[in-house]
T-cell receptor
């Protein structure tokens, strides 16, 4: 089954304790991206990756890191989480952003993160 | 910068009624795509319908249709014969051709009452 898998789905942590949210897709998609969802703000892009070893900042990258060592994986790293990073996080993937293909995004199921 | 505005934070209708969700956007681009995503309580993001800006014909997917007014930069979603399973948060989203991201609206929480 074609899917985007995120882990963990729920996490409660404390300020400053490094954490990683993993994302994996099995569709051989080139493009992957992270969004955060906050009430009244919709979804905002954190980082994206056009392909392996190619990453770039989205609209709200502060406090986050990403890596793309393999095509299928795109982990989101919070080196020193703070309470303002409490949010619902989505990983998404798409076939390509370089062609005229509209690139419908396939979303993971979301990861609810609480930073105390 | 592109922005998407959904002016209705919440809506509620009775089952079988028709409901229209509003969305406006702001862009100077000419080639772009518009989307409606549904997010049920499971939190999953589900693509409901997509519209290419160069197409004048409004997109339709079963009970879901859009009213795309390019000059007015309006992209409303109409749900006909609403069902309990339509209860969800609905997000309008925009992407110009070749862009690296979707720009989302704030969302409209729709409740279908029995």
């Amino acid at each position: 089954e074609a899917q985007v898998t995120q882990n963990p789905r729920y996490l409660i942590t404390v300020t400053g304790k490094k954490l990683t949210v993993t994302c994996s897709q099995n569709m051989n998609h080139e493009y992957m991206s992270w969004y955060r969802q906050d009430p009244g703000l919709g979804l905002r892009q954190i980082y994206y990756s056009m392909n392996v070893e190619v990453t770039d900042k989205g609209d709200v990258p502060e406090g986050y890191k990403v890596s793309r060592k393999e095509k299928r994986n795109f982990p989101l790293i919070l080196e020193s989480p703070s309470p303002n990073q409490t949010s619902l996080y989505f990983c998404a993937s798409s076939l390509s952003r370089t062609s005229s293909h509209t690139g419908e995004l396939f979303f993971g199921e979301g990861s609810r993160l609480t930073v105390l | 910068a592109q922005t998407v505005t959904q002016s209705q934070p919440e809506m509620s209708v009775q089952e079988a009624e028709t409901v229209t969700l509003s969305c406006t956007y702001d862009t100077s681009e000419n080639n772009y795509y518009l989307f409606w995503y549904k997010q049920p309580p499971s939190r999953q993001m589900i693509l409901v319908i997509r519209q290419e800006a160069y197409k004048q014909q409004n997109a339709t997917e079963n009970r879901f249709s859009v009213n795309f007014q390019k000059a007015a930069k309006s992209f409303s979603l109409k749900i006909s014969d609403s069902q309990l399973g339509d209860t969800a948060m609905y997000f309008c989203a925009f992407m110009f051709q070749g862009a690296q991201k979707l720009v989302f609206g704030q969302g409209t929480r729709l409740t279908i009452n029995p």
